[in-house]
C-alpha cells in the first residue's frame, strides 16, 4: 500500500492507496471536492492537481483522472467549499396557506368500563378519519395519550395520520420545499401555519464529483452499485439540510412532516432510487413522470418518521419537476395571455404557453453556460470571474472578490458580448488573430490576444508562476457559446412556429435557474442567446422552482396544480424534428 498526503486548503489527511488505483477515484471514495465535469474521462481537464515532490525538485501539475497510483506521492487539490458557491435562492410566494398537512388538537374522553371503545377509534373518531392511522403508529398510542392526560395533537397529511403527540403542538407545524440542481441544492424551512419562510439553506449538489451533466451521471449510476451511491449522497445531503434546520432554528425534526422536492427528472428517479439509464436511450423513457409519494422512515429522511416526502411530477425525460414548479410560480397555466420561461441550467428548460396550450422542450445548453466544456470554465464558485468589460483595457470581477480561478456563465456570456461590441469577435464567430488585433487596438489590448491550440484566445489574467494556469477565451470556447445559444434559440423558434405565433404575441419572458438569474441579459440579448424582440419583455424571477415547490408546500390547490400543468404541457423533443437544424444553423451567428 501507498501513502498519498493530501492537502486542501488548510487542511491535510493521509489516506492509503493500493498500486494501480486512479486518483481521481481514490479522492472521490474519500469524499473530497473536486472538479471532474465529464466523469473522469480525461476530456474536460478540470481534475487538475498539484504533485509536489518532497524536495520541491519536480513538482507538477496532473489530471487526476489519468494518475495512476505507483508510489507514495504529496498532492495538493484546489479548496473549493460548498460556501463560496453562488446560488439563487430568492423568490418570493403570494399564496393561500391551505397545506396538505393539518394539526388539530383535541382532548379525549378517559377511558369508561361502560363505553369500551379502543384508543386507535377514538383519535380517529375526533378527526373524522376512521380507518387512518398507520399501523407502526399503533403500539405508542397508549402511552401518549395516558401521559398527557388524553390531550393530543393530531397531525394528518390528506387524512393520514401522520403523527399524535401530547398535549397541544398545533403551533409546531413544519415542512421544507427542496430544489435539487444538477449542480446546486436549495432548501426553504417553512412555517405551514402561518406560510412564513424561516429559513434557506444552499449547497453544491454532492454528485457533482461524478459528473456535471445528467449524462455523466447516468453513466456513473450504470457501475456496479453506482445508483444505490448516488441515491445516498443526495438523500443524506437531504439530512444534513434537515440538520442544518433543526439546529438553527430550534425546532425539533418530528416536527417537520412535510417535504416537497422539485428537480430535473434524472435528478428526481435518482432521489427515489429509480433507474435512469433509458432516460439517455431513444426514444428517452422515465420510469415514472407522475408525482411520487414517500413515508419520511422508509427512505430514510430524518423527520417525522410518518412524514410525507413528496417529489413533484415531471413532464417529460428532460423536463422535469423544476420546469413544472417554475410555470406554476408564474401562473402560466391560468394566463390568458402566451408566456415564455426559459431556464438556462445545466439542462436548458424553455416552457411556452398559457391556460389554453402549453408547448415545452430541452436544449444542451448548460454544460457550456455552466463552465464545462470551456476551457477555463468553473462553476458559480468564489473565485469565478463572473462580470468582464472590456474599453480601452480589459477588466473582470469574480465572485466574492476572490483571485479568479475561471470564468463562469455570466463571465462567458459578458466577455464573447464585449468582444463582439469591440471587434475582438466578428458575428460569424471568428476571432481576429494576433496579428490582426496588433494593427487595430492599443496594446493593452492587443497583448492579451495570442495562439492557443493555433487558435486565437484572448486573456483574461496571467497565471501567477510557470505552474499556475492562464485564465483565457479561446476560439474554442466561442464555438462552444454558439452551439450553446443557437440550441436556446433553435427552441424558442420551434415552440414558437409549433403554437404558430410570433414574438409579438408574447407578452412576458421569465428568466430563471441560477444562470439566468446573474447573466446580464443586455449581453445575452447582444449575441443572440434571447431574441432582440423580447428586450422589453425580460423579467428575472430567480429559483423559479423553488418557489414553485414553496407553493405545493403551503397550498395542496398548488400541489394539485402541478398534475395539471404535467398533464397540459406538451413535449416537443427537438432532435426529432428535421427545422431543428435548419434554426440552429440560422441562430450561429452572433
Do not use: W
Not at 181 to 186: N, P, S, W
Not at 198 to 222: E, F, M
Not at 352 to 376: D, Q, W
Not at 433 to 454: A, C, G, R, W
Amino acid at each position: 500500500m501507498f501513502k498519498i498526503r493530501v492537502y486542501q486548503g488548510e487542511n491535510e489527511k493521509i489516506i492509503t492507496a493500493g498500486k494501480g488505483e486512479n486518483l481521481l477515484e481514490l479522492l472521490l471514495q474519500n469524499s473530497y471536492i473536486i472538479d471532474s465535469p465529464c466523469g473522469g474521462m480525461g476530456i474536460c481537464g478540470k481534475c487538475r492537481v498539484k504533485i509536489i515532490d518532497e524536495f520541491a525538485e519536480n513538482t507538477q501539475y496532473r489530471l487526476a483522472c489519468k494518475t495512476i497510483i505507483d508510489q507514495d506521492m504529496t498532492v495538493e487539490i484546489p479548496d473549493i467549499h460548498e460556501r463560496a458557491a453562488q446560488i439563487v435562492t430568492e423568490g418570493e410566494v403570494n399564496t393561500a396557506v391551505n397545506p396538505s398537512v393539518k394539526k388539530r388538537a383535541v382532548e379525549l374522553k378517559s377511558p369508561d368500563i361502560q363505553e369500551q371503545i379502543s384508543d386507535v377509534e377514538q383519535i380517529e373518531s375526533s378527526i373524522g378519519a376512521i380507518g387512518s392511522m398507520p399501523n407502526d403508529i399503533m403500539p405508542h398510542i397508549s402511552n401518549v395519550l395516558r401521559s398527557s392526560d388524553f390531550k393530543v395533537t393530531v397531525a394528518v397529511y390528506e387524512n393520514q395520520i401522520l403523527s399524535v403527540e401530547p398535549y397541544n403542538t398545533e403551533n409546531k407545524k413544519y415542512g421544507i420545499a427542496v430544489d435539487i440542481g444538477t449542480t446546486t441544492i436549495v432548501g426553504y424551512l417553512m412555517n405551514l401555519s402561518t406560510g412564513e419562510q424561516i429559513g434557506v439553506y444552499s449547497s453544491l449538489n454532492p454528485q457533482s464529483k461524478y459528473g456535471a451533466d445528467v449524462i455523466t451521471r447516468i453513466d456513473y449510476t450504470l457501475n456496479s452499485n453506482g445508483l444505490t451511491q448516488m441515491t445516498d449522497l443526495i438523500r443524506n445531503a437531504i439530512n444534513r439540510m434537515i440538520n442544518h434546520f433543526c439546529q438553527k432554528y430550534e425546532i425539533a425534526a418530528e416536527n417537520i412532516y412535510e417535504i416537497d422536492i422539485v428537480g430535473n427528472t434524472v435528478m428526481m428517479h435518482i432521489f427515489a432510487g429509480l433507474p435512469v439509464k433509458n432516460i439517455a436511450l431513444s426514444p428517452f423513457v422515465p420510469v415514472v413522470c407522475r408525482k411520487i409519494e414517500f413515508t419520511a422512515k422508509d427512505i430514510d429522511i430524518n423527520i417525522c418518521s410518518g412524514g410525507k416526502v413528496v417529489i413533484l411530477p415531471s413532464i417529460s425525460s428532460y423536463v422535469g419537476a423544476d420546469a413544472a414548479a417554475a410555470a406554476l410560480a408564474c401562473n402560466m397555466h391560468k394566463s390568458e395571455k402566451v408566456n415564455l420561461l426559459i431556464d438556462i441550467g445545466t439542462n436548458g428548460e424553455i416552457v411556452l404557453g398559457s391556460k389554453t396550450n402549453m408547448l415545452v422542450c430541452s436544449t444542451a445548453a448548460g454544460p457550456a453556460f455552466e463552465g464545462a466544456r470551456i476551457e477555463c470554465g468553473l462553476g458559480g464558485v468564489q473565485g469565478a470571474i463572473n462580470r468582464v468589460f472590456i474599453d480601452d483595457n480589459i477588466t473582470y470581477s469574480t465572485i466574492g472578490g476572490a483571485s479568479a480561478r475561471g470564468i463562469c456563465g455570466s463571465g462567458i456570456i459578458d466577455v464573447t458580448a464585449q468582444m463582439l461590441k469591440a471587434g475582438l469577435l466578428e458575428p460569424s464567430g471568428r476571432m481576429l488573430t494576433p496579428k490582426e488585433v496588433l494593427e487595430k487596438f492599443p496594446s493593452n489590448i492587443s497583448d492579451k490576444m495570442f495562439l492557443k491550440h493555433e487558435q486565437p484566445a484572448l486573456l483574461l489574467k496571467k497565471g501567477e508562476n510557470d505552474n499556475s494556469q492562464d485564465i483565457y477565451i479561446s476560439q474554442k470556447d466561442i464555438r462552444e457559446v454558439q452551439l450553446a445559444k443557437a440550441a436556446i434559440a433553435a427552441g424558442i423558434a420551434i415552440l414558437m412556429k409549433e403554437m404558430s405565433i410570433s414574438y409579438n404575441d408574447i407578452s412576458c419572458v421569465y428568466l430563471t435557474g441560477g444562470f439566468g438569474n446573474y447573466m446580464d441579459y443586455r449581453n445575452a440579448l447582444k449575441i443572440g442567446l434571447i431574441p432582440e424582440a423580447f428586450r422589453d419583455k425580460i423579467y428575472t424571477i430567480g429559483n423559479g422552482a423553488g418557489m414553485g415547490a414553496k407553493i405545493a408546500l403551503l397550498s395542496k390547490d398548488g400541489k394539485a396544480e402541478t398534475e395539471i400543468i404535467k398533464e397540459k404541457a406538451k413535449y416537443i423533443e427537438l432532435s426529432a424534428r428535421e427545422d431543428f437544424q435548419e434554426y440552429f444553423i440560422d441562430f450561429l451567428n452572433f
